[in-house]
C-alpha cells in the first residue's frame, strides 16, 4: 500500500490528474499526503478542491496558508487579492460543505510507522513532536469550532515572532499558524521572519532556514511545501531531514510527488503550464 506525499496544487488539477496517472495510483489501496495550499491562483481552485475532498477516504491533507486565506475570506470579509482564483468556490453551490471541509482538515500530520511528519511551512526549532501536535490540535479545535472566524480575523499578523512558553491563548494561536503555513526562515536571535521568500543563496547570509535552526533531534522526516523557489530538495545533511515538495507547478515548474514508505524515496514529477509570473505570491 504505497504512500505518497504531493507538492502545493493551488488549483492545479490537470497535473494532478497526470501524475497520478504516471504512479499508477490505486485508488482502493493508496494513500496521497497533500502539503497543503490545494487551493489558490491556479486557473482550477474549486474542481481542484472538490477532486481533494473526494479522495478524503484514501488521503490526508494538511493546511497551507493559502486554504487559510480562502476561509479568511469566507468567514471573515477579507478582501481577495488581485491574483486570487476563489471566486468560483465563493459563489458554488456546495460552497459550505466544501469550506466545512477545508475548515476541519489538520495543520500536521504525524505517521510514527514511517517516522514522517506532514506540514505546509515547516516545524519550529523549539517544538519536539508532541509539543508540535499540541499546538497544531489547539489550532484545529478553534477552526472547527463556531469561533472560526474570530480566529481566522486575528491571524494575519507577524507577532509574536519568538516562542514563549507563557504566551496567551490568542498569542499561541497565532505563532502556531504562522509556524505551520507561513514559517521560512529565522533570525539569528530566534525569531521568524517573514519578508524573504528566496533561496537561501539568494536571501540575506543572516537568515537561516528554519531546518537548519539549532535543536534537539526531531526523530522524524519532515515533508514540507510552501517554499517554492527551494524547489524539490532532499535535505538529509540539514539539522532536521527534511524533503521540500513545492517545485513550483503555478510557476510553469512541476507537480511533485515521493513515495515516503519506499526506503529510497523515489521522485515523479510532471510539467506544469505557467499560471501565474514566478514571484506573484
Not at 526562515?185 to 537561516?208: C, H, T, V, W
Request: negative net charge; charged residues 25%; glycine residues 6%.
Amino acid at each position: 500500500m504505497p504512500t505518497y506525499v504531493i507538492g502545493d496544487l493551488q488549483g492545479c488539477l490537470d497535473p494532478l490528474k497526470r501524475l497520478l496517472d504516471q504512479i499508477q495510483f490505486n485508488y482502493d489501496q493508496d494513500k496521497l499526503w497533500f502539503v497543503g495550499d490545494v487551493v489558490n491562483r491556479g486557473p482550477q481552485s474549486l474542481e481542484t478542491l472538490r477532486f481533494v475532498r473526494e479522495l478524503e477516504h484514501c488521503s490526508i491533507t494538511v493546511l497551507g496558508n493559502h486554504d487559510l486565506h480562502l476561509l479568511a475570506v469566507a468567514y471573515t470579509g477579507k478582501k481577495s487579492k488581485g491574483k486570487d482564483t476563489l471566486g468560483d468556490i465563493l459563489h458554488a453551490p456546495d460552497r459550505e460543505e466544501l469550506l466545512d471541509w477545508l475548515r476541519k482538515r489538520p495543520l500536521l500530520h504525524h505517521e510514527p510507522s514511517l517516522a514522517a511528519l506532514l506540514v505546509h511551512a515547516g516545524i519550529p526549532p523549539a517544538w519536539d513532536i508532541e509539543t508540535s501536535l499540541a499546538r497544531a490540535h489547539e489550532v484545529e479545535q478553534v477552526l472547527g469550532s463556531n469561533h472560526a472566524a474570530e480566529l481566522l480575523s486575528i491571524m494575519y499578523n507577524d507577532q509574536p515572532d519568538r516562542w514563549r512558553n507563557d504566551m496567551t491563548q490568542s498569542e499561541r494561536l497565532i505563532y502556531s499558524i504562522n509556524a505551520f503555513t507561513r514559517m521560512r526562515y529565522f533570525k539569528p536571535d530566534g525569531r521568524m521572519e517573514f519578508k524573504n521568500k528566496g533561496a537561501p543563496a539568494q536571501s540575506p547570509a543572516q537568515l537561516i532556514p528554519w531546518y537548519d535552526m539549532p535543536r534537539q533531534p526531531l526523530g522524524a522526516r519532515v515533508f514540507f511545501g510552501h517554499w517554492s523557489t527551494l524547489g524539490q530538495i532532499r535535505l538529509p545533511k540539514h539539522t532536521v531531514e527534511a524533503l521540500a515538495m513545492d517545485s513550483g507547478c503555478l510557476w510553469g515548474g512541476r507537480l511533485s510527488t515521493i513515495q515516503v514508505d519506499d526506503p529510497d524515496l523515489p521522485m515523479y514529477s510532471v510539467a506544469c503550464a505557467e499560471t501565474v509570473k514566478p514571484g506573484i505570491e
